[in-house]
């Protein structure tokens, strides 16, 4: 595992400054062989090392825990959108005023710089994925800003951007493609010999945008432009 040193520039909103999280109780879990770990990272997220042809994707992996644990993450925060999903076992979730226990297939949406929390207060058996994309989010109420990288046509993007800043519903159950997307993504991640799957992470990436789009542009999701304030975590945090 490997980490290096540059660190993300913090998050300040109401005079309070927050800095990304650096997942040291994952590190250490892993250190002692609790679970089985493999990421691909930039920054002071552990993992080997992503190259410059991913630039704006700060992490993506997975960890896989076939016994009970004894760590968890407590309430912290990222810079960037991040995904969860959960492809086994249970897992203890909180996001803002939610706690859950997903179960397999379910999807987990954080807003850039939003609490959240994994395990209460231990993780769950079973294997557990992340994406975080950085949006260039450092104050309230900043423009979210994609990687050069992201194909979606302009109107799709700018649809997916405007349903995940202004949607309430943050958990949702999946269906066997996205499932299928990141089975794949795990094989990109295992595979990976310095920057070799680039090309395959950025396209598994942007499939997973889209899927993501079709998921989540129902008649019946709800908008609401007050949830484009970056600082409405620090409220519920």
């Known amino acids: ?22 997942c040291l109780p994952l590190i250490d879990a892993f250190n002692r062989k609790k679970i089985k770990f493999k990421a691909l990272a930039r920054h002071t997220y552990p993992g080997d090392r992503l190259d410059e042809n991913t630039m704006g994707l700060n992490s993506i992996g ?21 995904f969860h999903f959960l492809e086994s076992g249970t897992m203890p979730y909180s996001q803002e005023n939610k706690e859950v226990l997903l179960t397999p297939n379910h999807l987990t949406i954080t807003r850039p ?13 079973g294997k557990f ?12 109420h900043q423009e979210w800003v994609w990687p050069d990288w992201i194909t979606l046509t302009p109107s799709d993007l700018g649809r997916l951007t405007t349903i995940l800043r ?4 943050s958990i ?42 079709d998921l989540l542009n129902t008649d019946d999701v709800v ?4 949830l484009t304030d970056s600082s409405r975590s620090v409220k519920f945090f």
């Open 1 to 22: 595992m490997k980490v290096n040193k540059i660190n993300i520039e913090p998050y300040e909103a109401d005079g309070i400054v927050y800095h990304a999280d650096t």
């Open 62 to 82: 997975y960890w896989d825990a076939n016994e009970p644990q004894d760590w968890g993450l407590d309430w912290h925060r990222n810079e960037g959108i991040e």
């Open 113 to 125: 710089w939003e609490a959240h929390k994994v395990g209460n207060p231990y993780v769950g058996m």
């Open 129 to 140: 994925y992340w994406v975080i994309i950085d949006l260039g989010v450092r104050r309230p």
């Open 166 to 169: 202004q949607n309430e519903k």
């Open 172 to 213: 949702w159950k999946t269906d066997q493609t996205v499932r299928d997307c990141f089975l794949r993504i795990n094989k990109a991640i295992n595979t990976d010999e310095n920057g070799s799957n680039a090309s395959k992470i950025r396209l598994l990436v942007n499939y997973l945008l889209i899927l993501l789009l």
């Open 223 to 226: 908008l609401d432009e007050k």
